[in-house]
């Protein structure tokens, strides 16, 4: 790794240690989200800001080695598809759309509440990457506007 | 009783925190006092028996307060001066609120009182939740089971959004816009 871009070696140590645990956390609050407060909006938000914390200690170049801007808007995508192929196959299945297709489970078990999880996980991807994409366009836009300033003075 | 008390504090707390977050000269400092709010408020959630909405405030406004951060980090701290124009816009502003204060509090009256159940719906699926869906948190069975079709509606509002900021922040604009510049400047 590049040791001029980022942040000091105090954020970027810090970063390596939280940066587990926040990625552990957003998948617990997702997939628990059906049985603890929680659910697919801030799990996602916790993953997006996992990567932007990266993308603040490490700089840019560093995040879209792991997952690129196109990438994320990729996954994106199938997020919000996987959300909208549930409501589709209830439709198809019970008649309904969002139809709860799948077994209701046992209470306060990871496999219960039929279809939720599946929606969770869906949103979780939808809400996260697009967050994330969001926030490297912005910080794309930053850096294109700061660099071409001093040429357009020299023109 | 106890939480009623806890709560105005915090609303008192929160009125300050905005008050700082317009009248201070300091671009991030007024920042940090919107952030301030914003905590404040998923402590009331908390207090108010919602987890799942502090959650998701807390989270949310850790990720504006980081884009508000890099977007005035940067900038010169430019305090407004304040004319006549805006002591003017100021006053028909104050004259609005007013009015809409008088009809609110008419409307107020007609509201439930604090903290009883105001639809009947709601109690259908605290009784019928847990055997109907099979999850134990019901503020996901309702927001995606029962009313699975408004968070789809909330999702595609979301896309749509995000594709629109794409739209704008795309990379080739700028080159774009450049060679407009070098066509103005070549006629």
């Known amino acids: 790794m590049d040791k001029h871009t980022g942040m000091t070696l105090i954020v970027k140590m810090i970063t390596q240690v939280m940066i ?53 808007s990729i996954v994106d995508d199938l997020g919000a598809l996987l959300f909208w ?53 912005l910080a794309i836009l930053q850096r294109v506007v700061t660099e071409e300033e001093p040429k357009e003075e020299g023109e | 009783m106890e939480n009623l008390i806890i709560l105005h504090i915090l609303l008192v707390f929160m009125i300050i925190g905005a008050i700082i977050t317009i009248e201070i000269r300091n671009m991030l400092s007024a920042v940090i006092a919107v952030g301030a709010v914003g905590f404040m408020l998923s402590v009331q959630f908390l207090f108010l028996g919602a987890p799942d909405i502090a959650i998701t405030q807390v989270i949310v406004e850790i990720l504006s307060l980081i884009i508000l951060i890099r977007a005035t980090i940067n900038v010169d701290n430019v305090a407004i001066e304040r004319k006549e124009e805006i002591i003017f816009s ?30 009947r719906v709601s109690q259908f699926y605290l009784i019928h939740g847990l055997q109907e869906v099979g999850a134990t948190n019901f503020v996901t069975s309702v927001i995606l089971d029962f009313r699975a079709y408004d968070t789809f509606g909330e999702a595609v509002v979301l896309f749509t959004s995000i594709s629109g900021a794409f739209a704008i922040l795309r990379r080739w604009k700028k080159e774009q816009h450049k060679d407009f510049l070098r066509i103005d400047r070549e006629h």
């Open chain 1, 20 to 72: 587990g645990f926040l990625l552990v956390f957003g998948a617990y609050i997702v997939l628990y989200g059906h049985i603890t407060p929680g659910g697919g909006f801030p799990g996602g938000v916790m993953i997006a800001l996992a990567y932007i914390l990266l993308t603040l200690a490490y700089g840019r170049k560093v995040v879209e080695s792991k997952i690129s801007g196109v990438a994320a």
């Open chain 1, 85 to 137: 192929l549930v409501g589709i196959i209830g439709l198809y299945i019970g008649g309904r759309y969002f139809y709860n297709f799948l077994g209701k489970g046992e209470p306060f078990n990871i496999f219960s509440a039929g279809t939720i999880i599946i929606s969770n996980i869906g949103i979780t991807l939808k809400v996260g990457m697009s967050l994330y994409a969001i926030f490297l366009a």
């Open chain 2, 90 to 119: 100021n006053r028909i502003t104050l004259i609005f609120i007013g009015v809409i204060l008088i009809f609110a509090w008419t409307a107020f009256h007609a509201l439930p009182t604090f903290g009883e159940p105001s639809m």
